[in-house]
Every structure is written in structure tokens, then in C-alpha cells.
């Protein structure tokens, strides 16, 4: 007999609707430990009933109780799934769990001072503007710092602040920055424009110590040209496309804001 059949009965699949919906699979002290969703609930199922290896075989051996729940859409099937890994964080679903991890960039512009602030935490920080929620911490951390490196050979910069209560958070504070950059930079964060590459690069290319350092300024330029493609350029669009007002985009809502962009672009 299956493993699936022996945990959850031989008719367990008959049950089950072949509308979309979600389904979750739950330990022996009644914790879900994974969520999926599905186009069609009865189809996939059977997947892991005939499951032999890999993910799908791990899963049904961790369970002991599988539940499902039907919705009217594919979209809400989506949104659904994404909400209950939020919410429980099943150890067996990685991606949408970690949603508070996801990274703003704040700015605040005061007289002859910029500050710039990189955290997971913006409720710390009332006083700055934000920009985001971006989804890799790597790929925006990198920018971030890239940034701060590119325009000390401009401004002066303070050391980094940081606090243990401003949990993986970082800020620095520049002086004396050329009066238009601020409003290029949080152009650039906004994914409105990219025109700071290029202020960048040619004051930079007028400046001696950068010049003589060219191999980092250039990795520099890279890392934001890369954080421009892959975080504030499809975020930017996401939120044109679905019509999202609230910005900057909450940590939670980042996600399903993009199930529901895909939507759209699908015919």
C-alpha cells in the first residue's frame, strides 16, 4: 500500500474537488508544516500520493493529517497560500516565509546632509523616507553599500551607525553631496529613473580617487545597475500594473502584490 493511502485512506483523493485551492499538511501536534496551493486541488494531491522520492515523498512521511481548503480562483489559491506561510512559517515552505526579512532603503534630506539608511526594521526609523519592500537582502544590501561607497568619493561621510536595537540595520549620514543627487537617488530606489549611473559614473570618472580605484567603482556601478534590473525596475512596474497606492510597499504585502501582477500579464 502507498504511503499517502496508509496516512490519509484509499479514498482520500475522491474528495477532493478539482477546482483551485489550498491544501496543507499538518504534524502529529496538529502544526502545518507545509501549504501549497493548486490549480486544480485533486490533480496535485495525486502527485503525492505517487511520490517516491524527493520533496514531495519528504512531505507525506513528516505528515499526519492533510487538510484542503477550495477557492474560486487561481489568484485567490495564491494569495491564500501566501498568507498561511506568513502566518505559520511551516518548516517545509521557504519561499513567503521570511517576509519581514525583506529589505527599505530610507533617505532624509536636511539642509546640507543626506542620510541614508538600510534596515528591515523601518518602524525604527519614522523620520526617513523609504523605498521598497525589496525581496533579496543580498542583492539590495550590496547596492546599498555600493552606494555609500560611490558617494564618499563626493560628500563626507559619517562612520556607520548602528544599534542592536535596530536589528540589521545600518546608516550613514553624507555632507556636502551635489544638491540634485538626493532627488536622483530616491528617483532611482523608486524604479523611476536610472540617470544616477550615469551622474555617477561621469563625476566619478572626474575624480581622481576613483580613478585610481576603478576596479571597485566599476564592481560599485555593477552592483547598482543589477539592483536597478532585478528589485526597484520590477517593483516599480508591479505596482503600476496592479495599481497598488500604499508605498512604500509593506514587508507582507510585497509578495502577493506580485502573484497579483503576474495575473495581469497573463492573458
Given at each position: ?6 496516512k490519509?485512506g ?12 489550498v ?10 508544516i507545509y ?6 486541488l485533486?490533480?496535485?494531491l495525486?502527485?503525492y500520493?505517487r ?10 512521511q513528516?505528515a499526519?493529517?492533510?487538510s484542503w481548503?477550495?477557492?474560486l480562483?487561481?489568484l485567490e ?10 502566518k505559520?512559517r511551516?518548516k517545509l515552505?521557504?519561499?513567503?516565509a521570511?517576509s ?11 539642509e546640507k546632509t ?20 525589496f ?9 546599498f553599500?555600493?552606494?555609500?561607497r560611490?558617494?564618499r568619493?563626493v560628500?563626507?561621510a559619517s562612520p556607520f551607525?548602528r544599534e542592536e536595537?535596530?536589528a540589521?540595520?545600518y546608516?550613514?549620514t553624507?555632507?556636502?553631496?551635489p544638491?540634485t543627487?538626493p532627488a536622483?537617488?530616491e ?8 540617470a ?14 576613483a ?8 564592481e560599485g556601478?555593477e552592483a547598482l ?8 525596475l520590477?517593483?516599480a512596474?508591479?505596482?503600476a500594473?496592479?495599481g497598488?497606492e500604499t508605498?512604500?510597499v ?6 502577493p ?8 500579464k497573463t492573458?
Amino acid at each position: 500500500m502507498k504511503l499517502f493511502d496508509r496516512k490519509f485512506g484509499r479514498e482520500y483523493l475522491q474528495s477532493v474537488p478539482l477546482g483551485p485551492g489550498v491544501y496543507r499538511f499538518a504534524n502529529a501536534e496538529g502544526r502545518t508544516i507545509y501549504v501549497g496551493k493548486a490549480k486544480n486541488l485533486r490533480r496535485r494531491l495525486a502527485q503525492y500520493r505517487r511520490a517516491r522520492k524527493g520533496k514531495a515523498r519528504k512531505i507525506v512521511q513528516a505528515a499526519t493529517s492533510l487538510s484542503w481548503e477550495p477557492l474560486l480562483s487561481d489568484l485567490e489559491a495564491c494569495l491564500q497560500e501566501l498568507r498561511d506561510i506568513q502566518k505559520d512559517r511551516p518548516k517545509l515552505n521557504v519561499a513567503g516565509a521570511f517576509s519581514y526579512r525583506y529589505p527599505l532603503i530610507g533617505i532624509l534630506t536636511e539642509e546640507k546632509t543626506c542620510t541614508l539608511c538600510f534596515t528591515t526594521t523601518p518602524e525604527v526609523f519614522p523620520s526617513l523616507r523609504f523605498h521598497g519592500a525589496f525581496r533579496s537582502r543580498e542583492v539590495t544590501a550590496e547596492a546599498f553599500f555600493a552606494l555609500v561607497r560611490l558617494l564618499r568619493f563626493v560628500g563626507h561621510a559619517s562612520p556607520f551607525s548602528r544599534e542592536e536595537r535596530k536589528a540589521y540595520s545600518y546608516e550613514i549620514t553624507l555632507r556636502q553631496l551635489p544638491q540634485t543627487w538626493p532627488a536622483e537617488i530616491e528617483a532611482f530606489l523608486r524604479g523611476r529613473s536610472d540617470a544616477l549611473l550615469q551622474t555617477l559614473f561621469h563625476r566619478l570618472l572626474e575624480h581622481a580617487g576613483a580613478r585610481a580605484k576603478s576596479e571597485e567603482v566599476q564592481e560599485g556601478l555593477e552592483a547598482l545597475a543589477l539592483f536597478w534590473r532585478q528589485e526597484c525596475l520590477p517593483l516599480a512596474e508591479a505596482i503600476a500594473l496592479v495599481g497598488f497606492e500604499t508605498y512604500p510597499v509593506p514587508q507582507t504585502e510585497r509578495d502577493p502584490l506580485f502573484v497579483r501582477a503576474r495575473k495581469e500579464k497573463t492573458p
